[in-house]
């Protein structure tokens, strides 16, 4: 059996996605990377093994996420794209004719517009956490509520409060007050909800034509409350699709196969990539005012990749 993986590598989470020739989806992880992106996908790649058939023969890998280079270094995929890629190709597959993406993940959020299945514009927040789901985490530990209870709660409110929410830490203290105030905790949570998809649109999706079909997808798509409170904003229907929460490393798997014919033959090092002494380090170029960290990557001892330069120096050395 021929198998597609994609590796999607972020600062809250690591996710893996297995398709076949026929793109069907063999088996999904969602994990989190506890800062440490090289243990959460050695980690990944063993336990996905365990749960494929002993017969795979796998033909192409693709990376994403914020440590999309490390991991393409690792584990050797043949296809190595930005998260704004990934995530239209898997949105375009599972929702034909979708317009708009709307992607919250653990520590940024960005918005996709496509129209005929190209991206035509996109923006990315990754300076504020307020509408992540770190921030939504924080929260739920805070009111002592499972963060799986968040949405639910949100949706048995009848008068949702405002609450500001341009920032963190404001709509955090504004919550408190509002609780000092008397109001009810369903309200208080929807009035977060609504808060943060009104940061949302007025930050990321400033500017930006939002039609439908809106997909909605990342590890805040799980939230009900969330999901409810961009139908409200935006009038229209937010397609939650069947894997949300890996459509990264879905997309990434779909890349990997559609470059699979022009390549020959994989670069795969294989599941158990934990046997292979890997080792970082970096130093600061002083070429230029830049100063640039440079990220050298060691396989065996011997150099193997690096990046990190603006000039493409270190690189092609």
């Not at 990934?86 to 709307?102: E, N, W």
């Not at 209870?149 to 405002?162: D, I, N």
């Amino acid at each position: 059996m021929n198998v597609y993986l994609g590796i999607d590598v972020g600062s809250v989470s690591t996710n893996i996605a297995v398709i076949d020739e026929k793109e069907e989806v063999l088996t999904t992880l969602y994990i989190r990377t506890q800062g440490q992106p090289i243990a959460a996908v050695k980690r990944g790649l063993k336990m996905v093994r365990e749960q494929l058939p002993e017969n795979i023969n796998v033909r192409g890998v693709g990376a994403t996420g914020s440590a999309r280079y490390l991991t393409g270094v690792l584990v050797g995929a043949d296809v190595i794209k930005n998260e704004i890629t990934a995530h239209a190709v898997a949105a375009s597959k599972y929702v034909p004719d979708v317009r708009t993406v709307i992607e919250i993940g653990g520590q940024d959020s960005k918005i996709i517009i496509l129209r005929e299945g190209v991206v035509t514009d996109f923006a990315m927040n990754t300076v504020c956490a307020a509408g992540t789901g770190s921030f939504l985490d924080q929260q739920a530990a805070r009111l002592n509520i499972p963060i799986e209870e968040f949405g639910s709660y949100a949706l048995k409110s009848k008068t949702p409060v405002r609450i500001a929410g341009r920032c963190s830490v404001f709509a955090e203290s504004d919550m408190i007050h509002k609780q000092q105030m008397g109001h009810n905790l369903e309200d208080i949570i929807a009035g977060l909800c609504e808060a943060l998809v009104r940061n949302y649109l007025n930050n990321i999706g400033k500017g930006k034509e939002i039609l439908p079909k809106v997909v909605f997808q990342g590890g805040v798509a799980a939230n009900e409350g969330m999901r409810a409170a961009f139908e409200k904003a935006l009038n229209t229907e937010v397609i939650v699709p069947q894997y949300y929460n890996v459509m990264g490393a879905l997309g990434s798997a779909l890349l990997a196969k559609k470059e699979a014919p022009s390549k020959g033959g994989t670069s795969f090092r294989g599941f158990y990539v934990s046997d292979v002494p890997f080792r970082a380090s970096s130093f600061e170029c002083k070429g230029c005012p830049n100063q640039c960290e440079v990220i050298n990557i060691f396989i065996e001892e011997r150099l193997a990749a690096r990046w990190g330069d603006r000039c493409g120096k270190w690189e092609v050395l």
